[in-house]
């Protein structure tokens, strides 16, 4: 699910701006197949372009599966001694997280049947899979198979595997990964005010100084077809991460059947059929986390996200289905209604 940044000239009315602040620094860009936007006040001026380059070649090296000779594809390809850096085993770690704490609705093994169903890097865009081939991939599904160990060189790490022929992809947290990347280079750069966007996935510190306060963000209207853009709500907040996930943009219908499929794939039964949860947008510390758990809660049915919402006070969520009736409905925790500002 995509977010635009919504300024105050759009909804919220601007105040007057305070003199002797520094005036905004807007950065924008290209990065892993969509666009990265970046607002920052500094005092001094800021040359992000080439650092943030630098950031998104390293990402695209390590850890892209639309790169073809990055180490996570040499991985896949069967090789054993790929050796991964500190940034890779971070986001590793983090994914264990939340494959653990959403009872493996998170899980970035679930690479073979994404590809399968034609959403991957190595699918095909007409193909869908028979019954029978989603139940021998799922062989091949499981996060717990895999580990990361030390290795003899510095902050280096090989991955092992009790199953050969997985296949490992962190797509599905890795806009919030390169926005967690960006923002710790600001925070490096002593930025204390700024907004971070990559495809739409947001990490906010400080405030939005045109304003005087939190950064303004809206959230899409997920009924709307392809094209068209309407925002449903605007939430607000400083020193927080906000990602989201929906299946309303992206999808297949097969031809023969009329059955549509959608990018998102249970890694639990192997199906990718839509489901009555049509976007899920989660606040969190990080964007990793925020956007690992919004895959997790639209993989899942929305009686599992009530459960283990629960047990994970560290996220503030939304969840947009439609009832029986076919109306939108919303679900959120309490949290989450404090950011809403329209």
């Known amino acids: 699910m995509r977010y635009l940044l919504v300024f105050c000239v759009l909804f919220l009315g601007c105040k007057e701006k305070t003199k002797n602040l520094p005036e905004a620094q807007n950065f924008q860009g290209n990065a ?12 001094q001026s800021v040359e992000l372009n080439s650092k943030v380059d630098s950031i998104i070649d390293m990402f695209n090296a390590s850890m892209s599966t639309w790169q073809k000779n990055s180490l996570i594809n040499r991985i896949n390809a069967g090789e054993d001694s790929v050796l991964v850096g500190r940034p890779f085993q971070q986001v590793f770690d983090q994914a264990q997280e939340i494959y653990r704490k959403t009872d493996g609705y998170f899980d970035p093994t679930v690479g073979n049947l994404v590809n399968a169903y034609g959403f991957g890097a190595q699918g095909e865009q007409d193909q869908i899979p ?6 021998s991939l799922l062989e091949y599904v499981g996060f717990h198979k895999m580990e990361l160990q030390a290795s003899s060189v510095a902050d ?6 009790s199953k050969k022929g997985m296949y490992l992809e962190f797509n599905a947290i890795a806009k919030g990964t390169l926005v ?5 280079l600001l925070d490096n750069l002593g930025v204390e ?19 005087g306060g939190a950064w303004a963000i809206g959230i899409d209207d997920p009924k709307l077809v392809p094209g068209e853009r309407r925002y449903i709500t605007v ?5 927080k991460a906000m990602a989201g996930s929906g299946n309303y943009r ?4 097969d031809s023969e059947t009329g059955q549509e499929y ?4 249970n890694p639990l039964t192997g199906l990718a059929e839509p489901s009555n949860v049509l976007a899920v947008n989660v606040i969190a510390d990080n964007c990793t986390l925020a956007d690992g758990y919004a895959t997790a809660f639209m993989a899942m049915p929305l009686e599992k996200s009530r459960v283990l919402l629960k047990n994970l006070p560290e996220l503030e969520v939304v969840i947009m289905y439609l009832d029986e009736n076919g109306m939108l409905k919303f679900e959120s925790t309490p949290g989450f209604q404090s950011y809403v500002t329209r």
């Not at 028979?130 to 139940?135: A, G, I, N, T």
């Not at 280096?156 to 595997?161: A, R």
């Not at 967690?180 to 710790?184: E, P, S, Y």
């Not at 939430?235 to 020193?239: C, G, M, R």
């Open 32 to 43: 892993i197949g969509t666009t990265y936007s970046i607002k920052l006040f500094a005092d």
């Open 130 to 135: 028979s019954r029978q081939k989603v139940d």
């Open 235 to 239: 939430v607000a907040f400083s020193d």
């Open 156 to 161: 280096s790490f090989y991955l092992k595997s």
């Open 250 to 253: 992206k999808f297949k219908v």
């Open 262 to 265: 959608v990018h998102t794939v």
């Open 193 to 211: 005010n700024y907004l971070v966007e990559v495809g739409g996935e947001v990490v906010t510190k400080g405030k939005n100084l045109d304003r």
């Open 180 to 184: 967690d990347h960006i923002a710790g």
